[in-house]
T-cell receptor, first 113, second 111 residues
Framework: GAVVSQHPSRVICKSGTSVKIECRSL??????MFWYRQFPKQSLMLMAT?????????EQGVEKDKFLINHASLTLSTLTVTSAHPEDSSFYIC?????????FGPGTRLTVT | GQNIDQPTEMTATEGAIVQINCTYQ??????LFWYQQHAGEAPTFLSY????GLEEKGRFSSFLSRSKGYSYLLLKELQMKDSASYLC????????????FGKGTSLLVTP
């Protein structure tokens, strides 16, 4: 199947700093990618839909100025968590669609101290 | 919006069969997916149903009834490695084709 990568896999940052997470589709082009967040023992919650060449669409309750999404090419979307706080600590997962299947990246574990 | 319900936890014995149910409500149904997720890892795709009926894939089968808003995932010949969380997800055409996930069913396979 298709492969989606994420970088970094783990990151620890101090409160108030910003962190960028990259999501790449390695062997296919993805005009649309999705960003999810998963807190411990909870399911994945959709944060935003990333559209190549246009603005991302954010879900209700997700601050677009805090979670900046850039989908500059057909294989790369980035999520920047700005001014991170401890409550932003979570597992961030991206996905990309090919046909009827949605492939997930391996996730990024963010810890804000 | 959607309401996706699945049991929180299930336990089954190695070699047995287990059925994990999922019910949903959505206005723009465009497919139902099952994913497996081990702790600390990303979900891996198991199955996709968009039409009513049973889809079989090796030890895993998934069933869909659109009129009832119901699906199940059937796991046969359970192995210890099948202990994981199983996520039911619905794709909604009104939500840009993103997936909306249920809370997941944590399956424990015992010897």
């Amino acid at each position: 199947g298709a492969v989606v990568s994420q970088h970094p896999s783990r990151v620890i940052c101090k409160s108030g700093t910003s962190v960028k997470i990259e999501c790449r589709s390695l062997d296919f082009q993805a005009t649309t990618m999705f960003w999810y967040r998963q807190f411990p023992k909870q399911s994945l919650m959709l944060m935003a839909t990333s559209n190549e060449g246009s603005k991302a669409t954010y879900e209700q309750g997700v601050e677009k100025d805090k979670f900046l999404i850039n989908h500059a090419s057909l294989t790369l979307s980035t999520l920047t968590v700005t001014s991170a706080h401890p409550e932003d600590s979570s597992f961030y997962i991206c996905s990309a669609t090919q046909g009827n299947e949605q492939y997930f990246g391996p996730g990024t574990r963010l810890t804000v101290t | 919006g959607q309401n996706i319900d699945q049991p929180t936890e299930m336990t089954a014995t190695e070699g047995a069969i287990v059925q994990i149910n999922c019910t949903y409500q959505t206005s723009g149904f465009n497919g139902l997916f099952w994913y497996q997720q081990h702790a600390g890892e990303a979900p891996t795709f198991l199955s996709y149903n968009v039409l009513d009926g049973l889809e079989e894939k090796g030890r895993f089968s998934s069933f869909l009834s659109r009129s009832k808003g119901y699906s199940y995932l059937l796991l046969k010949e359970l192995q210890m490695k099948d202990s994981a969380s199983y996520l039911c997800a619905v794709r909604d055409s009104n939500s840009g084709y993103a997936l909306n996930f249920g809370k997941g069913t944590s399956l424990l396979v015992t010897p």
